[in-house]
């Protein structure tokens, strides 16, 4: 099973957070990035997300991976939407299980900062009143 991927639809939690469960954990951390209605001092009314989805889901993979070698977890998951989404949707969603909490929050954080970082994932951001601009842009 994945454990990245890519939605081009809202998507459920509940079994992603389900895939997680296991008796020997004791902590689940969980992360959700919604789109918010505003940024940089502008009203938003909504995000386009597109993504190089081959390079996305392998990139994706890895920063999955490095988080287990590197973090005393059991299992970590991360979806993250892709086209056009309104106001207060799930954008990215991260999950981590693992025996203690210390592990589950840092490898939750390591997994979203790495996504953000790493992942072609590109962000067109719709304003109010009209008007659009990418917020990472290639170089």
Not at 60 to 84: Q, S
Not at 94 to 109: K, N, S, T
Request: charged share 30%.
């Amino acid at each position: 099973m994945a454990r990245f991927s890519l939605s081009p639809e809202p998507f459920d939690i509940a079994p992603l957070r389900e895939a997680l469960e296991d008796a020997s954990a004791g902590a689940f951390a969980a992360f959700e990035g919604r789109v918010r209605n505003h940024n940089d001092g502008r009203a938003v009314d909504g995000l386009h997300y597109e993504a190089y989805a081959a390079l996305a889901e392998a990139e994706g993979e890895r920063v999955l991976a490095e988080a287990l070698d590197r973090f005393d977890i059991l299992d970590a998951r991360c979806v993250h939407r892709t086209g056009d989404l309104g106001v207060g949707e799930i954008a990215v969603w991260v999950g981590v299980a693992a025996a203690h909490r210390d592990a589950a929050f840092a490898a939750c954080r390591y997994v979203i900062d790495e996504v953000k970082a790493r992942v072609p994932i590109w962000k067109r951001e719709g304003y109010t009143g009209g008007g659009e601009d990418w917020q990472h842009p290639l170089p």
